[in-house]
């Protein structure tokens, strides 16, 4: 059974310490999909004063996650297998909104996709991420 | 003239503060290469306990950032244009070392690569990058 | 002068022996996008009798050529810098269609993406492009 | 058990009819590796007069399939995930090498990379795929 009532995709966005850290925030979901925002703050720069790639990524990488998670099942959790990010524009120090979706949900693994944009709906990333489905160990 | 004293990759790791917020440091470097480390502390983690994906995106970027510094000249600084990550395995909570190296640098492109491992040499992720020199602002 | 009347693009789609080979047609064309079609014959498969990803990879990356020589001046050419396909579903041997777009062009790099599917718009790839704009050479 | 004899490899190399009219050949090959060879003819060229990216990646993607392969048990079969692929160079209508090894090989994916390269060992492209284990078909 598909998770609908997004069990999943919340302790996810709750547990993860690093998420957390960055002030990631799960904004909505449903079936295939979730948005997140981030409200950038100064520590979070590059040496240019611009969001940080990683930042982005982590932001990207972890909608991903969220997104995929919504299709799992009750038994099952998700890891990233890989993920690629083109970086279109400079990322400004503001409020960044991240959309991301899947594209196909197999049996074993989802390919997703995600975009990073500002509050004006410039995107600044684009992203393509394969996630595996694995076994939800109890915690 | 490319940088051999280093000036512009030491000053992408000192300038950066989210790089300095996640503790990365770099280890030595030499023309198209860095080796950079992190010991990761618990606040880096995701969900189930093991270091965020986004921390070895983070990572592995900035090391290739560096690599990348290194084959500029006085005149230019790098930026990423994108990147790919596979994440061979979970990264455990621990120190984690990473190796970038220049595999070409064009006129306008730098292409890289970079492993993240582990103080046992077990490789956690593999990073393919492409950076563009841009012109150095002066700051 | 964005090429307006599209002299590029069809050159590119004229003159290239490969993509001539295979089948793969220029369908049709704006600027920033361009979509493509391919009537898969025997000789495409690989050892399951499906379409080998090389195919679909060609017309991917051909497709995403051709949607970025739509964002180029009269004095520029365009290159593929890198690129990532997911193969999301197998490709059945029947015709395929490419709709590739521009996600952002800059002054030396375009990103792309495009999707690969079937008459019945299943979307077998999805891929994500970079390109360099070049110096044309008259030839 | 490992296919220590590679009779998969052989099959996927011997089956493939894209591969075959290209003139892909598998040159050798062990645990975990393996490395092919191309004869460029004036057919696989672009437009430009060089080798074309589409043949580029079919080369390094049935390698990657052939180094996967031969970690296969015997009721294994491969099929390629995802793959990126960078180009450094421009590639000469000459003979093409490839060598492509495993990364890891998990339970039920493959993490690859290859090189493409000159006879006098210019790396041309070099790529990171992904690839899945699925069961065997008898055929």
Redesign the interface.
Known sequence: MVDGNGTLIK??F??????R?LGIELVSFGTGWCETSLKVT???????GLV????L???A??SCGGAAATTASDEQ?V????????????APVSVLLCRAQV??AGR??V?T?AEVFTEEKI?VS?V?S?L?FVAL?SS
Not at 42 to 48: F, P
Not at 79 to 90: G, W
């Open positions: 302790r996810i709750e547990n993860a310490p690093f998420v850290s100064s520590v979070l720069k590059q040496q240019h940080h790639a990683g930042v990524m982590t932001l990488d972890h959790d890891i990233t297998v890989e993920t690629k990010v083109a970086f279109l524009r400079p594209l196909r074993r693994l390919f996709e995107v684009k393509s394969t595996a160990k």
